[in-house]
């Protein structure tokens, strides 16, 4: 099974799908210098926090349906697609605009940084899976350099960019058996792979910071996690009582937001924010499902989810502010308390063959 994102994906393979896949069921709410990665360690990962609540705004392209959020810039503006992959939109707050690479057909995965330029993958002409790097209206298209016969890439797809220019991606061999992670430093063209030691065939990078640290998934032995990297160090992320976990944003703060799943509610997908070792469970409102993609500086997090008609949309979403400590707003506080606790009744891609 590959993670090419073609139209016959498997069930277990769209928690990798950020802007394509199509799943429902319920959720519940709750400088610059790359190096070779040097150390590995283990985080344990405190139990999770249902106490964060987020006030949520649906993002939709305008008369399209099937939007999805992939990435939010520190300016508010979001990049994502709609239809199903049909086109990458950028949104600033007001004007949607659509485009793709020329010749492009189904495309996914965008991410987007604050000096304009925009990342994603493609299917070309050909129906092979490529990178690009957009500035402006010039696109530069990305493949992972082959090495015969050690490698020989049948994909590239580049996940996010920082605003000093280094991308991180992954790329498949020619038979989409084995999956590995990269930077890419736009300025030079010079690729660093990202090792797991633990990881077998599936290792994915899916988001970076101004920090250099990077966020993603692998599979191993035991299972399929999401990991964090800073400085050579990983953390390994496993939603406690989770099937699956993957991380797919990370703040320059460091808080990672991402997906899991659970078996026991049939491999249902909800989103998390990880903050120093706290998971705290993600739902946007009358969602059956929902995809938590990135995060920025501010804390807005952004992805989609499916309602219960089984349609997908956007949404960025803003933490609720927590009460001071006056008498008067600890009053007022209640109020509000009891309302969103009320109304939060109400509401609520190649992995396993």
């Given at each position: 099974m590959s993670i090419h994102f073609k139209k016959d994906l498997h069930l277990s393979d769209l928690v990798f799908d950020r802007s394509k896949s199509k799943i429902c069921s319920v959720v519940r709410n709750q400088s610059l210098k790359v190096i070779a990665i040097v150390a590995f360690s283990f985080s344990v990962s405190l139990p999770a926090n249902a106490g964060i609540l987020y006030n949520f705004k649906t993002i939709d392209f305008p008369g399209e349906t099937e939007t999805a959020v992939s990435s939010i810039n520190n300016s508010g503006q979001m990049v994502g697609t709609f239809n199903d992959g049909e086109s990458v939109f950028l949104f600033d707050g007001k004007k949607f605009t659509a485009f793709k690479p020329a010749g492009a057909g189904e495309v996914y995965i965008p991410g987007t940084n604050d000096v304009g330029q925009i990342v994603g993958s493609f299917f070309?002409?050909?129906?092979?899976?490529?990178?690009?790097?957009?500035?402006?209206?010039?696109?530069?298209?990305?493949?992972?350099?082959?090495?015969?016969?050690?490698?020989?890439?049948?994909?590239?797809?580049?996940?996010?960019?920082?605003?000093?220019?280094?991308?991180?991606?992954?790329?498949?061999?020619?038979?989409?058996?084995?999956?590995?992670?990269?930077?890419l430093d736009t300025n030079t063209n010079t690729f660093t792979p990202i090792t797991i030691p633990e990881a077998t065939d599936r290792t994915y990078a899916w988001g970076n910071n101004e920090l250099n640290q990077v966020v993603?998934?692998?599979?191993?032995?035991?299972?399929?996690?999401?990991?964090?990297?800073?400085?050579?160090?990983?953390?390994?992320?496993?939603?406690?009582?989770?099937?699956?976990?993957?991380?797919?944003?990370?703040?320059?703060?460091?808080?990672?937001?991402?997906?899991?799943?659970?078996?026991?509610?049939?491999?249902?997908?909800?989103?998390?924010?990880?903050?120093?070792?706290?998971?705290?469970?993600?739902?946007?409102?009358?969602?059956?499902?929902?995809?938590?993609?990135?995060?920025?500086?501010?804390?807005?997090?952004?992805?989609?989810?499916?309602?219960?008609?089984?349609?997908?949309?956007?949404?960025?979403?803003?933490?609720?502010?927590?009460?001071?400590?006056?008498?008067?707003?600890?009053l007022a506080f209640g109020v509000l308390g009891t309302s969103l606790v009320v109304r939060r009744k109400r509401n609520y891609s190649k992995l396993l063959k």
């Open positions: 070309d002409a050909q129906d092979i899976p490529r990178g690009y790097i957009k500035k402006g209206d010039t696109y530069k298209i990305i493949n992972y350099p082959a090495t015969p016969p050690a490698v020989t890439v049948g994909e590239t797809g580049i996940s996010d960019i920082n605003n000093s220019g280094v991308a991180v991606g992954y790329y498949f061999d020619e038979d989409f058996k084995i999956s590995r992670a990269f930077y993603g998934s692998y599979r191993s032995d035991k299972g399929f996690y999401g990991y964090f990297l800073d400085q050579g160090k990983i953390t390994k992320l496993e939603f406690p009582g989770s099937s699956l976990t993957a991380a797919y944003g990370v703040n320059d703060a460091g808080t990672i937001v991402g997906n899991f799943f659970r078996e026991e509610t049939g491999r249902s997908l909800y989103g998390f924010v990880w903050n120093n070792g706290i998971f705290t469970e993600i739902k946007a409102p009358k969602a059956t499902q929902t995809f938590v993609s990135s995060i920025n500086d501010s804390g807005e997090i952004a992805g989609y989810y499916f309602d219960t008609a089984g349609t997908k949309h956007g949404f960025v979403a803003t933490k609720v502010p927590e009460p001071t400590t006056t008498i008067g707003s600890l």
